[in-house]
């Protein structure tokens, strides 16, 4: 390992033990809620479904871009922890205590990928949720390394990953219903 590459790892360490230094019950009750299972992809497709039904719309574009997104970004994530097969940080650093206990590799993080894709697929297909799905995207990724289950380098490669399905499929999803009429589109 290059030494810019052995300096970024120590750094991603340094991050996850300090993030361990500031936890704090309150702050623990709302991490821990960010990154149940359910809220990484189920919370985007709902609020994608529901943006679409206020909207009557025919076809419920927000919804599929989201569930699209995720199921790219979910694969797509697989396969990339399979060939990178990265310890998780409480794995390799047993002074690193984990709020929960994942199986499975660390690089890049799952909930951050499909989270942000699902987030980002939304956004595409309705601008005006932009910043609040990004931002629970974001608190899911945070969520992630407060957790102890991820380190700082793996929350970025998911968001990365995870905002160029979700634009993708978003796009997409734009393109295909342009060919409908205005009112499958729900056009907001």
């Known amino acids: 390992m290059g030494a810019p590459v052995g300096e970024l790892v120590s750094l991603d360490h340094l991050v996850v033990e300090w993030v361990q230094d500031i936890r704090w019950g309150p702050l623990t009750a709302i991490f821990v809620l960010a990154s149940a299972w359910w809220v990484k992809g189920l919370v985007f497709a709902a609020v994608g479904g529901l943006r679409d039904v206020a909207n009557r719309t025919l076809l419920p574009s927000a919804g599929l871009a989201a569930v699209a997104a995720f199921g790219v970004a979910s694969v797509a994530t697989g396969l ?3 060939a990178v097969e990265r310890e998780r940080p409480f794995q390799a650093d047993p002074g690193i205590e984990a709020l929960a ?3 499975g590799y660390s690089f890049p993080s799952a909930h951050t990928s499909t989270a942000f ?3 980002m697929a939304v956004a595409v297909v309705c601008p005006r949720l932009r910043w609040p799905a990004l931002g ?3 608190l899911i990724g945070a969520s992630r ?3 102890g289950v991820h380190y ?3 929350v970025a490669a998911g968001a990365v990953l995870g905002v160029g399905i979700g634009a993708a499929c ?3 999803v734009v393109r295909g219903a342009r060919a409908l009429p205005a009112r499958a589109l729900g056009a907001s």
């Open 80 to 82: 990339i922890k399979g």
């Open 101 to 103: 206990a994942p199986s």
């Open 117 to 119: 894709a699902a987030a």
């Open 136 to 138: 629970l995207a974001a």
């Open 145 to 147: 390394m407060y957790m």
């Open 152 to 154: 700082g380098i793996d």
């Open 170 to 172: 978003g796009w997409l």
